[in-house]
């Protein structure tokens, strides 16, 4: 199994990114998918999920309204649309696949995860 995230970078308070995050070696349409970050020196933060189907969606208390997670089954790839960046948002995000099907927001109970992709906000 392999979860390969990209399109994180460097970019100004207040712009935008769009993170992506392709899954092989897995049943894909079987996974809840979800989002993590880890900013330097602090615990890992839950940022965003999503179910199967796509149907339902849960966010962090500091993402919401900023931040829209999506996946597109036909392709094995999640989504993170991120906008209104802050300089709070630094940090390595993580993509990660949950075989429950449900809508998980703790980090311990995904199976799987990809490497990370490092966004830095500047002020």
């Known amino acids: 199994v392999q979860l390969q995230a990209s399109g994180g970078g460097l970019v100004q308070t207040g712009g935008s990114l769009r993170l992506s995050c392709v899954a092989s070696?897995?049943?894909?349409?079987?996974?809840?998918m979800g989002w993590f970050r880890q900013a330097a020196g602090k615990e890992r933060e839950f940022v965003a999920t999503?179910?199967?189907?796509?149907?339902?969606?849960s966010y962090g208390d500091s993402v919401k309204g900023r931040i829209t997670i999506s996946r597109d089954n036909a392709i094995n790839t999640v989504f993170l649309q991120m906008n209104s960046l802050r300089v709070e948002d630094t940090a390595v995000y993580y993509c990660?696949?949950?075989?429950?099907?449900?809508?998980?927001?703790?980090?311990?109970?995904?199976?799987?995860w990809g490497q990370g992709t490092q966004v830095t906000v500047s002020s």
């Open positions: 990660a696949a949950d075989r429950s099907g449900g809508i998980r927001v703790t980090g311990t109970l995904y199976t799987y």
């Open positions: 070696g897995l049943a894909f349409t079987s996974y809840t």
């Open positions: 999503i179910s199967r189907s796509g149907d339902y969606k």
